[in-house]
């Protein structure tokens, strides 16, 4: 099992940049893909980034494709979203899930999340 823990959130101006960062505090990170979904006030849950567990593939939503980077480290049992050109339609809470299915952006195939972090982006 993984029990994530986000951080990171803030915060900033449009055109700026945040590293969100997700830790594992169980003992199986490595077996897992990952992702970050955000969630906006009165909107449904949204897919914005994915990664193999090896770290070997990654797949974004096209609303943030050029702009975020997904990446983990699975030695820190890490995984991370760098989050460039920050536009206020980011602004979301964030969470990080983990799954056993490659490549889906379905929420219902993540089956462990994190507790979110605020991320607001102002004009």
């Known amino acids: 099992q993984v029990h994530l823990v986000e951080s990171g959130g803030g915060l900033v101006q449009a055109g700026d940049s945040l590293r969100l960062t997700c830790v594992d505090r169980?003992?199986?990170?490595?077996?897992?893909?990952m992702a970050w979904f955000r969630q906006a006030p009165g909107k449904g849950r949204e897919f914005v980034a994915g990664i193999r567990s090896t770290a070997e593939e990654t797949y974004y939503a096209d609303s943030v494709k050029g702009r975020f980077t997904i990446s983990r480290d699975n030695a820190k049992k890490t995984v991370y979203l760098q989050m460039n050109s920050l536009k206020p339609e980011d602004t979301a809470v964030y969470y990080c899930a983990a799954s056993t299915l490659w490549g889906s952006v379905r929420y219902g195939d993540f089956t462990s999340w994190g507790q979110g972090t605020q991320v607001t982006v102002s004009s």
């Open positions: 169980g003992r199986t990170f490595s077996h897992y893909n």
